[in-house]
């Protein structure tokens, strides 16, 4: 079974601190996700990598950054959190070799921002 | 730009009977329809996917969904709901080039004894 691991389930940090998001699959997958989640909006996806080192913006980038140094390790970054970013964070993967195939989610991060 | 439209904020049945979960799409090349649910405090699971062939797709827990591409729909059904059955639903979307899902909103389903 595909595993993908969020490293927080709950974080509580402060207005203008930098946070970082991080999430680990152990599936050799290229493809992995960030995505926001909001009751009513469902998920809207931040920053997409398909290679190490390499991104791509989503729908909704703006105040986030990302980091892929390695393979099976994807950051999302919150340079100076601000308290609308207060949300559920899902990290996900998937095999760009087999286009078809689902993501694979994490349980989430549970982010509130004071 | 592709979209997926999930009228239904909820959808309440009782245990036994059947139930329909609604989703319609737009996008510009074949879509790729996915299922997904969410129970509290979890991540997303993936119940089942339309790529091509049978418009009727069976997948886990005794879902299936039946791809309409008329109507570009793709509701969720199951004949008889279980309690354990409630939960957030979400509908995916992509065209078949592409890398990106587009989500809908959401569908709480809540099912009563």
């Known amino acids: 079974d595909v595993k993908v691991t969020q490293s927080s389930r709950y974080l509580v940090k402060r207005t203008g601190e930098k946070v970082f998001l991080e999430c680990v699959q152990d599936m050799d997958h290229e493809n992995m996700f960030w995505y926001r989640q909001d009751p009513g909006l469902g998920l809207r996806l931040i920053y997409f990598s398909y290679d190490v080192k390499m991104k791509e913006k989503g729908d909704i980038p703006e105040g986030y950054s990302v980091s892929r140094e390695k393979k099976e390790r994807f950051s999302l970054i919150l340079e100076s959190a601000s308290t609308n970013q207060t949300s559920m964070y899902l990290c996900a993967s998937n095999d760009a070799g087999r286009s078809n195939q689902p993501q694979h989610f994490g349980d989430g991060t549970r982010l509130s921002i004071l | 730009a592709q979209s997926v439209a999930q009228p239904e904020d909820q959808v309440n049945v009782a245990e036994g009977n059947p139930l329909t979960v609604k989703c319609t799409y737009s996008?510009?090349?074949?879509?790729?329809l996915f299922w997904y649910v969410q129970y509290p405090n979890r991540g997303l699971q993936f119940l089942l996917k339309?790529?091509?062939?049978?418009?009727l797709v069976k997948g886990s827990y005794g879902f299936e969904a039946e791809f309409n591409k008329s109507q570009t729909s793709f509701h969720l059904k199951k004949p008889s709901a279980l309690v354990s059955d409630s939960a957030l639903y979400f509908c995916?979307?992509?065209?078949?080039?592409?890398?990106?899902?587009?989500f809908g909103g959401g569908t709480r389903l809540m099912v009563k004894p």
């Open positions: 996008v510009s090349g074949n879509p790729y």
């Open positions: 995916a979307v992509r065209d078949g080039a592409g890398n990106m899902l587009t």
């Open positions: 339309y790529i091509t062939g049978d418009n």
